[in-house]
């Protein structure tokens, strides 16, 4: 349950613009996604986001990196 609500956190910092809190939640909730259920595609919208998160915080190295994991 600690996961839902670590990516909710995520999604609203990144609606609020704060982008580092946003990457920060949402890559720390990550590796546990695939525990609580949901597709592919909705679990694929969430790395999308934390990339996006990450390069409007002004972290390109961890954009790159997520984007990584992401593709396996």
Do not use: C, W
Not at 22 to 28: D, G, I, K, Q, S
Not at 54 to 70: F, Q, W
Request: charged share 25%.
């Amino acid at each position: 349950a600690r996961v839902g609500l670590t990516m909710a956190e995520g999604l609203v910092a990144y609606k609020e613009g704060n982008y580092f809190s946003a990457y920060h939640r949402l890559v720390t909730a990550r590796p546990q996604m695939q525990k609580i259920g949901g597709s592919h595609a909705q679990r694929d919208v969430f790395d999308r986001l934390t990339i996006e998160a990450a390069l409007r915080a002004g972290l390109p190295g961890r954009s790159s990196e997520t984007a990584k994991a992401h593709r396996g």
